[in-house]
């Protein structure tokens, strides 16, 4: 090959490979406002504005701040207000979610920006401009595709809004609040407009007020209550909302808790545990429990009953169990009940009345209180056929023999001439004939005249009862 070939040759090579190296440098053009030097200005007075751009050919420089996410894809805009407005910015990718960033021009270039927000997954609202000097402040806007080598289209939207009202939120704590409980409030209230808020007016809906960011607040009695928050931003704005609270005190007590006061190996003996209730008709679950020797927890169930407790001023409702002593309980010589009690529906508003501890002594044996044999025959009439011990000393329990003509729930009761009820079990459908029940007392009775009362439907019947001291 001559030395004019190789000449020819060489030259036909750098010729294809400058033409290749011009093609992809056209190919790979990236967007004109890729750099914050060549950011694109938006005219404030021609708004609202937007600009698809394709983004994929676009880069990132060095000093770039990436606040909310990264990206190796970003492209300016700048605008310059010269009055106060009100921006809603976005930056809306064909197929893919993009991200846009605002920043205040501290005036020392892309080092100097002071970052405001960004719009992350919807859009961000700023104040822009001065109030009412002739100094103007230019924004830019750092609009970016998602990480990394993203395709596609990038639109970015500015819009003048209206001042937006400050959004207001009420949380508050206990959730189902009752008259007993002091409530803790919560402003979740947020500005869309970054300004902050200044003030707040808060109205409780019983006359009370406060104006502090979190307040406590206990009402006097139940009821349902609108409270109101009015909030107000730094520059003025203003917004309010209301949240209703429901005031409702469930609360049920155990105030009777009766066992035997003495038992023995092999006897069974009547627990009964009763519940007052004066607020609203409640179902509740009452467990009874008993001490155990050792055990971590201290006691174990031993049983459990679940029912409807009426609201009753002047009784209780009675939940009755049945307990036999064992060989356990003689070798430690007593045995410690526990009754709980728990609402099914609801939060007890003062739980500490919920339980009652009560002791049994465990003896070799119980002395049985028996009655002269009576045919068992079904009644015509309600009759109280006798009642052991009579006369009584002390509050030891009552052995009451009584008869029933038909099916159906009865009550024994003991009332002292004043007619208080000192007291009283219900008895569930015990069937026609005649029966053996025990009654303990409710209180302590002092020496005097009593009298056992047995009532089933209508019918009622009495008899005298002595207690000695």
Known sequence: MTTLKLHRLTLACLTTLTLAGLSASAAASPPVNDY????????????????????????????????????????????????????????????????????????????????????????????????????????????????????????????????????????????????????????????????????????????????????????????????????????????????????????????????????????????TVGIRNTQYPENVRVELYKGVAGSYQGFEQIGYLQGFVPVRTNRTTDYDFSYTFTNDDARIGKVTFKAVATLTNGRDALPADNEAIATTRIGKAITQITFPETPLIVPETLALLGVTPNPARGSADLAIRLALPVDGAATLQVIDIAGRVMAERHLESLGPGVHEERLGWDRRPAPGIYWVRLTQLDETTATRLVVLN
């Open 36 to 271: 914050f030097i060549n950011a694109t200005p938006i005219d404030p007075n021609a708004l609202p504005f937007g600009e698809t751009v394709n983004i994929f050919e676009a880069t990132t420089e060095f000093g770039e701040s990436e606040p909310c996410a990264f990206s190796q894809q970003t492209i300016w805009y700048k605008i310059t207000p010269t009055t106060g407005v009100w921006l809603r910015v976005d930056a809306v990718g064909g197929s893919f979610t993009g991200n846009l960033n605002v920043y205040r021009d501290m005036g020392s270039g892309i080092f100097g920006l002071n970052f405001l927000g960004c719009s992350g997954f919807g859009s961000f609202t700023f104040r822009a401009g001065p109030d009412s000097t002739p100094t103007t402040t230019s924004y830019y806007l750092q609009a970016m595709a998602p990480c990394c080598g993203v395709s596609g289209t990038l639109r970015v939207n500015v819009v003048q809004i209206q001042p937006p009202a400050p959004i207001v939120q009420i949380n508050y704590y206990p959730s189902d609040p009752s008259k007993f409980d002091t409530i803790q409030f919560f402003d979740s209230s947020y500005d869309p407009g970054q300004q902050g808020i200044q003030l707040r007016s808060w109205d409780f809906g019983d006359g009370a007020t406060a104006t502090v960011y979190n307040p406590a607040h206990a009402y006097g009695a139940d009821g349902d209550y609108t409270v109101t928050l009015t909030v107000t931003t730094v520059d003025g704005r203003t917004g309010s909302a209301s949240q209703n609270v429901s005031v409702k005190t469930h609360d049920v007590a155990i105030t009777k808790f009766r066992v035997p006061q003495n038992g023995a190996v092999g006897h069974t003996g009547q627990i």
